[in-house]
């Protein structure tokens, strides 16, 4: 043992305190050849003790570290040479965790203080989700997760009872069955259904903060420098796109996708580093498993997962084209993730045959995936021995692409035409905002619409990527290829859809990390900060094992990084705030759901005569609180929009009422030119009433709540009173009644125009005295509920 680390671990033995003092001293000897006292921020007992012990040495007109590797060796706790271990004795493989160094306390405060910031942006909205009894998830698809985690827990004997995996119904089994089992099981191990409301309310924070971690994992990987991991989990708290959609409450399948993708990225680039050792190593081993099982995690998450492990065929044929260029075997450099893909493909495998979990298009696409990064491997090696440039394989990868989907389309035709169509439905399917492009909306789409998902991280990520690209590429840098190349194939996908936006997410938060202090060095706020020369670590020592530090700048720098930094969130934030506004459920949508519960329950109403219609987009919310069938908006995708167009309202009660039980109208902007005839008008302006212009009123619908600003009201479908009498040949009868129902009170009219013979004949869903003429009729209770008649003057 040299004598300045024994000195080293005499001193931190005696004073432990002073570890991150010595770990800031180290990091600005890395980055400078001589240094004053002034330079470190550590006080002077500290400085001191280093010097004294001959830790810290003087170096003309300066100080210097006397032996950096040992006080490193130190702090990290390497263990001694093999020299000094029992040679003559087997050994074992040891697993090393250099990809998980050891935070010093500013760094770890720094970490904590970013997550903090990434909790604090999901949970501030606490009050809309948690409002007293009620747990109110935010849009309207998680409560369709909500239901079926519900149902599952109900069934279920207890936590390790996993026959109900094997036994999801098909709507699960073929889309999300990992995400809704795991949180099934958390729900099962929190208290069973009851909890469910609470698990999943939160299941999307801790998949939040469980990303921004791995995504600092990444870009501390792919830096080595810690700057760039706080940066990169801050820009990630505040891009909207992400943020709301791991908000608190947002039980979409979302959050979940989010992490193995993460996880995924994560592990090619622990890959990049270890596939150059000898392939017999556990950690080789240990990084291709870890690597395999996300990437079944991301298969057996969604429907959709292929679509996202999609990225790793991609970064195969790059990384072929880059062994070829460097001369270096493409097969050798992809023997581990070939492994990791086989891995995934068993695992993926026996889920499928096991618990009948997806289609074989989403079970065996890690199958297809290992093939294709075999074939791409195996072009590589061809060209790299023949001699021939990169771009040969480049242009071999597109043709032998197109070549294999026709392949597929003549072997399997069943099966490739079910890849078409989905991926037609996904990419192609318009409808919901999120399946607009990114740049949607014309020339100022393209310019604000990548703002509005992704903030200012944007405008630093966008040129980060296009210029580490290139580099990444020419100067074999494969953990920046990794980044790049899921950067540019979300980017794309996100053209095609935005929903895809927050899968780019972690990606862009990494590059405009990196971006941003570059950016900061660039106007002398930081050292020295480049794309390198040779290498974008280029700072670093030459072996890449050594990882740039925190030192707490002065006071003036660190104002002016902080100002800046707050200018290149605020529009993120700010974006991020009015998307949680826009997917909450209002208070007086909430407030009419429950009133329809209670109203229900008294009347002794059970689905599907409690069924609530309402605009799609809180279908589910509705109906989970009044009736708990919340698996489908479907019925109100079809018949709500035709319903409010109608002028024909007994017509639409034919169609409706043995099906729906309340309709739920709302504010629609319709540039004031909503037709008096039509029902949207009849309902929500006028109660039912006649209108203008010969507008009739309606008989089968009876209001019964409106909001306090009559925003949202409520309606049931009752059979209505028919009543009769007899006037004038041709005459025209008003019937009239004043209702009161909860927050709104307003006079019902009907306008009837008798026949020739005098008679006429009206429906009514209100029971009471009405006026007709000058004359009034009493319509009783019994008579709007079972549609009886009653005659004016009997």
Same mark, same amino acid.
């Given at each position: 043992?040299?004598?300045?680390?024994?000195?080293?671990?005499?001193?931190?033995?005696?004073?432990?305190?002073?570890?991150?003092?010595?770990?800031?001293?180290?990091?600005?000897?890395?980055?400078?050849?001589?240094?004053?006292?002034?330079?470190?921020?550590?006080?002077?007992?500290?400085?001191?003790?280093?010097?004294?012990?001959?830790?810290?040495?003087?170096?003309?007109?300066?100080?210097?570290?006397?032996?950096?590797?040992?006080?490193?060796?130190?702090?990290?706790?390497?263990?001694?040479?093999?020299?000094?271990?029992?040679?003559?004795?087997?050994?074992?493989?040891?697993?090393?965790?250099?990809?998980?160094?050891?935070?010093?306390?500013?760094?770890?405060?720094?970490?904590?203080?970013?997550?903090?910031?990434?909790?604090?942006?999901?949970?501030?909205?606490?009050?809309?989700?948690?409002?007293?009894?009620?747990?109110?998830?935010?849009?309207?698809?998680?409560?369709?997760?909500?239901?079926?985690?519900?149902?599952?827990?109900?069934?279920?004997?207890?936590?390790?009872?996993?026959?109900?995996?094997?036994?999801?119904?098909?709507?699960?089994?073929?889309?999300?069955?990992l995400m809704v089992g795991t949180?099934?099981?958390?729900?099962?191990?929190?208290?069973?259904?009851?909890?469910?409301?609470?698990?999943?309310?939160?299941?999307?924070?801790?998949?939040?903060?469980?990303?921004?971690?791995?995504?600092?994992?990444?870009?501390?990987?792919?830096?080595?420098?810690?700057?760039?991991?706080?940066?990169?989990?801050?820009?990630?708290?505040?891009?909207?796109?992400?943020?709301?959609?791991?908000?608190?409450?947002?039980?979409?399948?979302?959050?979940?996708?989010?992490?193995?993708?993460?996880?995924?990225?994560?592990?090619?680039?622990?890959?990049?580093?270890?596939?150059?050792?000898?392939?017999?190593?556990?950690?080789?081993?240990?990084?291709?498993?870890?690597?395999?099982?996300?990437?079944?995690?991301?298969?057996?998450?969604?429907?959709?997962?292929?679509?996202? @492990?999609?990225?790793? #065929?991609?970064? +195969?044929? *790059?990384?072929?084209? !880059?062994? $070829?260029?460097?001369?270096? %075997?493409? /097969? =050798?450099?992809?023997?581990?993730?070939?492994?990791?893909?086989?891995?995934?493909?068993?695992?993926?495998?026996?889920?499928?045959?096991?618990?009948?979990?997806?289609?074989?298009?989403?079970?065996?696409?890690?199958?297809?995936?290992?093939?294709?990064?075999?074939?791409?491997?195996?072009?590589?090696?061809? @060209?790299?021995?023949? #001699?021939?440039? +990169?771009? *040969?394989?480049?242009? !071999?990868? $597109?043709?032998?692409?197109? %070549?294999? /989907? =026709?392949?597929?389309?003549?072997?399997?035709?069943?099966?490739?035409?079910?890849?078409?169509?989905?991926?037609?439905?996904l990419l192609f399917k318009s409808?919901?905002?999120?399946?607009?492009?990114?740049?949607?909306?014309?020339?100022?789409?393209?310019?604000?619409?990548?703002?509005?998902?992704?903030?200012?991280?944007?405008?630093?990520?966008?040129?980060?990527?296009?210029?580490?690209?290139?580099?990444?590429?020419?100067?074999?840098?494969?953990?920046?290829?990794?980044?790049?190349?899921?950067?540019?194939?979300?980017?794309?996908?996100?053209?095609?859809?935005?929903?895809?936006?927050?899968?780019?997410?972690?990606?862009?938060?990494?590059?405009?990390?990196?971006?941003?202090?570059?950016?900061?060095?660039?106007?002398?706020?930081?050292?020295?900060?480049?794309?390198?020369?040779?290498?974008?670590?280029?700072?670093?020592?030459?072996?890449?094992?050594?990882?740039?530090?925190?030192?707490?700048?002065?006071?003036?720098?660190?104002?002016?990084?902080?100002?800046?930094?707050?200018?290149?969130?605020?529009?993120?934030?700010?974006?991020?705030?009015?998307?949680?506004?826009?997917?909450?459920?209002?208070?007086?949508?909430?407030?009419?759901?429950?009133?329809?519960?209670?109203?229900?329950?008294?009347?002794?109403?059970?689905?599907?005569?409690?069924?609530?219609?309402?605009?799609?987009?809180?279908?589910?919310?509705?109906?989970?609180?009044?009736?708990?069938?919340?698996?489908?908006?479907?019925?109100?995708?079809?018949?709500?929009?035709?319903?409010?167009?109608?002028?024909?309202?007994?017509?639409?009660?034919?169609?409706?009422?043995?099906?729906?039980?309340?309709?739920?109208?709302?504010?629609?902007?319709?540039?004031?030119?909503?037709?008096?005839?039509?029902?949207?008008?009849?309902?929500?302006?006028?109660?039912?009433?006649?209108?203008?212009?010969?507008?009739?009123?309606?008989?089968?619908?009876?209001?019964?709540?409106?909001?306090?600003?009559?925003?949202?009201?409520?309606?049931?479908?009752?059979?209505?009173?028919?009543?009769?009498?007899?006037?004038?040949?041709?005459?025209?009868?008003?019937?009239?009644?004043?209702?009161?129902?909860?927050g709104a009170s307003f006079t019902?009219?009907?306008?009837?125009?008798?026949?020739?013979?005098?008679?006429?004949?009206?429906?009514?869903?209100?029971?009471?005295?009405?006026?007709?003429?000058?004359?009034?009729?009493?319509?009783?209770?019994?008579?709007?509920?079972?549609?009886?008649?009653?005659?004016?003057?009997?």
């Amino acid at each position: 043992m040299s004598s300045v680390r024994e000195a080293t671990e005499d001193l931190l033995g005696e004073k432990p305190d002073l570890e991150s003092d010595l770990r800031e001293v180290l990091a600005v000897d890395e980055r400078a050849d001589g240094w004053a006292f002034d330079d470190v921020p550590v006080d002077s007992g500290a400085f001191g003790e280093l010097v004294s012990r001959d830790i810290v040495a003087e170096n003309g007109d300066g100080y210097e570290v006397a032996d950096p590797d040992a006080v490193r060796a130190s702090l990290d706790g390497d263990a001694e040479t093999v020299a000094d271990a029992d040679a003559s004795g087997p050994t074992l493989p040891s697993l090393s965790l250099e990809s998980l160094p050891s935070l010093s306390r500013l760094e770890a405060g720094g970490l904590a203080a970013a997550l903090a910031f990434v909790l604090l942006m999901r949970t501030y909205i606490f009050p809309t989700v948690f409002r007293g009894e009620y747990v109110v998830l935010p849009s309207n698809d998680p409560y369709y997760y909500r239901y079926w985690v519900e149902q599952l827990s109900a069934e279920a004997a207890g936590v390790f009872d996993f026959s109900v995996l094997s036994g999801l119904p098909g709507a699960v089994a073929k889309s999300e069955p990992l995400m809704v089992g795991t949180l099934w099981w958390f729900t099962n191990l929190f208290g069973g259904a009851d909890a469910a409301g609470r698990v999943l309310a939160w299941y999307p924070v801790v998949s939040a903060l469980v990303v921004a971690a791995l995504v600092y994992a990444l870009a501390v990987r792919v830096t080595d420098d810690r700057r760039v991991g706080l940066a990169s989990v801050t820009f990630l708290a505040v891009i909207p796109a992400f943020a709301y959609r791991t908000g608190l409450g947002f039980a979409d399948h979302h959050a979940f996708d989010y992490l193995w993708l993460a996880l995924t990225a994560l592990g090619l680039v622990w890959l990049s580093d270890v596939e150059r050792e000898d392939l017999s190593s556990p950690k080789s081993w240990l990084a291709a498993t870890a690597l395999g099982v996300a990437v079944a995690g991301q298969v057996m998450a969604w429907e959709a997962g292929p679509l996202l @492990v999609g990225a790793v #065929g991609v970064f +195969a044929a *790059v990384r072929a084209a !880059a062994d $070829v260029r460097a001369d270096r %075997s493409p /097969l =050798a450099a992809s023997a581990s993730l070939l492994a990791g893909l086989a891995v995934a493909t068993l695992l993926s495998h026996l889920a499928h045959t096991g618990f009948g979990w997806h289609t074989d298009v989403v079970a065996y696409s890690p199958a297809l995936l290992l093939v294709g990064v075999l074939a791409v491997s195996l072009a590589g090696e061809a @060209v790299r021995r023949a #001699g021939m440039p +990169a771009f *040969v394989l480049g242009g !071999a990868e $597109v043709a032998g692409a197109l %070549s294999a /989907l =026709a392949l597929l389309q003549f072997v399997l035709p069943t099966y490739a035409n079910r890849l078409y169509r989905q991926l037609d439905f996904l990419l192609f399917k318009s409808g919901a905002a999120e399946t607009q492009s990114l740049f949607a909306g014309g020339p100022a789409g393209f310019f604000i619409g990548p703002i509005l998902e992704l903030g200012f991280a944007w405008l630093l990520a966008v040129p980060t990527l296009a210029l580490l690209s290139w580099r990444a590429y020419r100067r074999d840098h494969v953990p920046w290829l990794v980044v790049c190349t899921y950067g540019w194939y979300f980017l794309v996908l996100a053209a095609f859809q935005r929903r895809f936006v927050g899968e780019l997410a972690p990606f862009a938060a990494v590059l405009a990390g990196y971006g941003f202090l570059v950016f900061a060095a660039k106007v002398d706020l930081l050292s020295q900060f480049g794309f390198g020369e040779d290498d974008p670590r280029a700072e670093n020592d030459a072996d890449g094992s050594t990882r740039r530090t925190l030192g707490l700048p002065d006071r003036g720098t660190a104002a002016t990084l902080a100002v800046l930094l707050l200018f290149l969130v605020s529009a993120g934030g700010v974006q991020t705030a009015v998307r949680h506004q826009q997917v909450k459920i209002v208070d007086d949508k909430f407030e009419a759901a429950t009133w329809i519960d209670g109203y229900a329950e008294r009347q002794g109403l059970e689905y599907p005569n409690n069924y609530v219609l309402s605009k799609w987009g809180r279908n589910r919310m509705y109906n989970y609180f009044v009736n708990g069938e919340s698996r489908s908006y479907g019925f109100a995708y079809r018949r709500y929009a035709p319903f409010l167009r109608s002028s024909d309202p007994a017509a639409q009660y034919q169609k409706l009422h043995e099906k729906v039980g309340f309709v739920v109208t709302k504010n629609v902007n319709l540039n004031g030119r909503a037709a008096p005839k039509i029902n949207y008008a009849r309902f929500h302006k006028r109660f039912g009433s006649a209108g203008p212009n010969g507008a009739s009123g309606a008989g089968h619908y009876k209001a019964l709540y409106a909001s306090d600003d009559g925003s949202v009201k409520v309606f049931s479908l009752v059979p209505g009173a028919n009543v009769t009498g007899t006037v004038g040949e041709n005459e025209t009868v008003t019937l009239s009644k004043k209702v009161e129902i909860e927050g709104a009170s307003f006079t019902y009219r009907r306008s009837i125009t008798a026949g020739p013979d005098g008679d006429f004949s009206v429906t009514v869903p209100y029971a009471g005295t009405y006026s007709v003429g000058n004359r009034t009729v009493e319509v009783p209770e019994s008579a709007v509920e079972n549609g009886g008649n009653v005659t004016v003057g009997a």
